[in-house]
C-alpha cells in the first residue's frame, strides 16, 4: 500500500518561509502526478500547486511567485517552497499522489500557521 507522509509545517511570522516535504512508499514514486493542497478551517479544500511525472508545474494564483513545487524521484519526494508567507496560507497542507490507473493517495497532512 503506498504511503505519503508530509512534514516542515510550523509556526512562521507573515513574510517568512517553509519548506514543505512529502515523502512517498510503497509505490513507483516517479509514475506519480503530485500535488499540494491546502485546507483551512472553514473552507474548502484547495489545490496550491501540482507537478507532472516531467516536472511540468502548475500553481493556484494566490501562490504565483511565491511558491515554488518541485520533485526528486531518487529520494521519493516532493517539496514545497514558500516564501514571503502570508496570513491567509494559514492551513493544513496535504500531499497527493495520482496514477494513471485511477489510484489516489493522500498523506494525513501538516500544520502552516503564518502569525505575527
Known sequence: QAQLVESGGGLVEPGGALTLS??????IFRSYFLAWYRQAPGKERELVASITTRSATNYA???KGRFTISR????N????????????DTA??????ATVHGNKYWGQGTQVTVSP
Open 77 to 88: 519526494t516532493m517539496y514545497l517552497q514558500m516564501s514571503s508567507l502570508k496570513l491567509e
Open 72 to 75: 526528486d524521484n531518487t529520494k
Open 92 to 97: 493544513v497542507y496535504l500531499c497527493h499522489g
Open 22 to 27: 512529502c515523502t512517498g512508499s510503497g509505490g
Open 61 to 63: 494564483d494566490s501562490v
